[in-house]
């Protein structure tokens, strides 16, 4: 893990409200039943709703998304973001508790443990390649964390 004030520090607490939010929504709230279990096996949808938010937040930032391979099982993937040299993840602690709720790293850190088998840019249109059945739940529950970021931020910086 390194220091997160090595990323720009706008983007860390951006990254951390927003995974509070999904931490804090009710299960029964979100109307794509998968973010239910959250942060447990939905690490890619969480991770593109993450860089979406980010991505509206911080206009011109680059975002990568990362698709690995655990070394110890190849059946195994995991999905997270990479911003400008750091890892960020706000599902690891799926894996382990004891990880913290937004997990950033550089190279030799936790996501070592994964071959990179893909990297990609961050396409905001993401959600067009899912079904009908599920595209409008997942902007309803985008919109839904995207409130509830703003308040959270709201209360931590209040407008002077």
């Known amino acids: 893990m390194v220091n997160p004030s090595s990323l720009a520090q706008d983007v860390v607490l951006s990254a951390m409200t927003f995974s509070n939010a999904f931490r804090q929504r009710p299960p029964q709230e979100f109307a794509f039943g998968l973010f239910s279990r959250f942060p447990t096996a939905c690490c890619e949808l969480a991770s593109l709703l993450l860089a979406w938010f980010l ?80 595209r409008q739940d997942i902007i309803d529950d985008y919109r839904a964390l995207v409130h509830m970021t703003r308040q959270k931020g709201n209360d931590l910086f209040p407008e002077k």
């Open 55 to 134: 991505s509206e937040e911080h206009e011109g930032i680059t975002i990568e998304v990362v698709t690995g391979e655990l070394k110890e099982d190849l059946r195994q993937r995991h999905i997270w973001l990479r911003l400008d040299g750091h890892n960020l993840d706000i599902t690891a602690d799926q894996f382990d508790a004891a990880l913290p709720h937004v997990l950033i790293t550089q190279a030799g850190g936790w996501h070592e443990r994964y071959f990179g088998i893909r990297t990609e840019p961050f396409q905001r249109g993401f959600y067009e390649d899912y079904g009908d059945d599920c």
